[in-house]
């Protein structure tokens, strides 16, 4: 794993949670995009080297919506940069850790992704990603 690539953050509602971090980092959001597969918009923060993605869910049977449902509002995941997702995947796999796919999917911000399951994370949703070429 290369860094840290993202925070996510599971928000009820973009247009409350946009200014609210806005004013919170003093920056501006600088992309939103909605992922059809995932049932999510999202918005995009960058503070230093670090990005921030709220997610916003597009369904009440979006996993963001269930998330939010079960947990409440907060952080949801944390994802890491990976040269090559798919030999990241194979080394993590046979390390015995659980994914949630056994191919990457197209993710926001020209990534593709690959989470694993918190059951074999210490409880933390960990999303691999990797800019499509």
């Known amino acids: 794993m290369l860094k840290v690539e ?16 806005e004013a919170l980092l003093q920056t501006p959001c600088y992309k939103t995009e909605s992922v059809a597969s995932e049932q999510v918009n999202t918005a995009f923060f960058l503070k230093g080297e670090t990005k921030i993605e709220l997610l916003e ?4 049977e979006g996993v ?4 939010i449902e079960k947990k409440g509002e907060g952080l949801h995941h944390i994802a890491f940069d990976v ?5 990241e995947m194979k ?5 015995g850790f659980v994914l949630l796919s056994e191919t990457p999917r197209q993710g926001a911000d020209n990534k593709l992704v690959c989470f694993l399951h918190p059951k074999s994370t ?7 990603c990797q800019e499509r070429q």
Do not use: M, Q, W
């Open 57 to 60: 869910s597009t369904s009440p």
């Open 91 to 95: 080394r993590l796999k046979e390390a």
């Open 122 to 128: 210490n409880g933390v949703l960990v999303e691999l």
């Open 6 to 21: 993202h925070i996510g953050i599971a928000v009820k509602e973009l247009s409350v949670a946009i200014p609210l971090f």
């Open 64 to 67: 963001i919506a269930r998330y």
């Open 83 to 87: 040269a090559d997702i798919e030999a």
